[in-house]
């Protein structure tokens, strides 16, 4: 999976930059085929911008791109890395219902087929 970060009104630290790494590689194990090279995934994490918010307010994006299907997830908390975790975690969720829906799909299909076949007489 490609991993492109992207930091917006703050500095992108190593610190910061292996976090996500870490972050997303628990989310590559578990649903996705680690030898896709199509799945690509744009982290954009940043301060937002000035306004209503008091103190420092950090934002974190997930834009993950999985077979031509797009999940993307955003967060803001006051604290960046407690972004980078609810918008990680939404998008561990919103993945694993899509590939849930594919296989109930599936199973479906295949009850269906199977049901016709026995009510058939050979």
């Given amino acids: 999976m490609n991993i492109n970060i992207k930091a917006t009104n703050t500095q992108l630290t190593p610190a910061i930059r292996e976090y996500i790494e870490k972050k997303l590689a628990l989310v590559e194990k578990k649903l996705i085929n680690p030898e896709d090279t199509s799945t690509h995934c744009d982290v954009e994490v940043g301060k937002t911008t ?73």
Wanted: glycine share 6%.
């Fill in 50 to 122: 000035r306004g209503q918010h008091k103190g420092e307010v950090f934002r974190a994006e997930f834009n993950l791109s999985i077979d031509g299907k797009l999940y993307r997830t955003e967060s803001t908390q006051e604290n960046l890395y407690a972004a980078i975790d609810e918008a990680k975690d939404e998008l561990y969720r919103s993945v694993r219902k899509s590939k849930n829906k594919q296989k109930d799909t599936s199973r479906r299909g295949s009850l269906k087929i199977k049901n016709a076949l026995r009510g058939l007489k050979w």
